[in-house]
């Protein structure tokens, strides 16, 4: 049941004449966020993989915003060439754009590689989005110099809060994929979520490093963060095939712990178009615990130290670089 978002949205802004690229809009909190972009007056860019998701989610995105602009591109976040292709596409159509949004992200999916040999869910979640952030970075910072704003924002998760070592770990952004520890189906332990959470960490020191060479810079561009808590979404669909008690334990996560996923999007939302929304910041529920909560408004949460950490966004960029074959300088 949606309880808060539509108060919430209330407190966003008339988004007319502002562009939005948008990973992973098909289902969950990327849907409500293009969804309301449009209906606020922004145009949309929909990056997702092709398939009949993407087409069938197209259509109820019209269909709910009949006056709103939505432009579909081709981008799979699994295949390098492919993200730079849609990067391509969009330098190509725009010399602008407000806003950045890294939704998209899989979760405890099996050890596999990625035709670039990379883990899928390391690539997904955050390798083809740093990629796709400093092939944009120059239309961000066109919009920043032009109206003095623009945002890159990335969306993680309680789970970056929760890596065996509290830390990143410099194997899990080479060429390891299918190599980083199995794929057994143990709900929130095992490889699989091991790897997840890994790729949530990353998205929150990605964060704190944009952070630092943009303020270092003097950029108005501004690097926020986000997480959607226990949100109803299909992301752990296939949690379901964990087996009886894992089965049972989702189940009842989803019924009485979970926010819908327009509630959900808040932090995403604040990020991407709040006037209040600060660079450096991650946005999402917080409980009494000052840990990640299921659910809630979407507030600060204070970084941890792993998420800060110097070395760990160092290293962060330099993999990163290497793995998708481009030099960011800010």
Known sequence: MTRLYNKFKTTLPKLDGKVFAITGTTSGTGFVAARAVAELGGEVILLNRQSSRSKDSLEMLQNAVPHGTFVPIECDLQDFASVSAAAKKIKSKYTQLYCLSNNAGIMATPDEATKDGYDTQMQTNHLSHFLLTAELFPLLEAEAKANGDARI????SGARDMTPNKGLEEKYFLKNGGNLGGSEKILMGGGPFHRYFQSKLANSVFTHALHGKLQAKGSKVRAVCAHPGGSNTNLGDHLTNYGFFSNLIVTILMKFLAQSSEDGSMGLLLGMASPSAESGVL????????????SGRAVPNPPQPY?????????LWRTSEEASGVKFAI
């Open 153 to 156: 924002v990335n969306h993680s």
């Open 307 to 315: 998420e800060t950490d110097k070395q760990a966004m160092e290293m």
């Open 283 to 294: 946005y999402g529920p917080l409980t009494w615990t000052k840990k990640s909560g299921l």
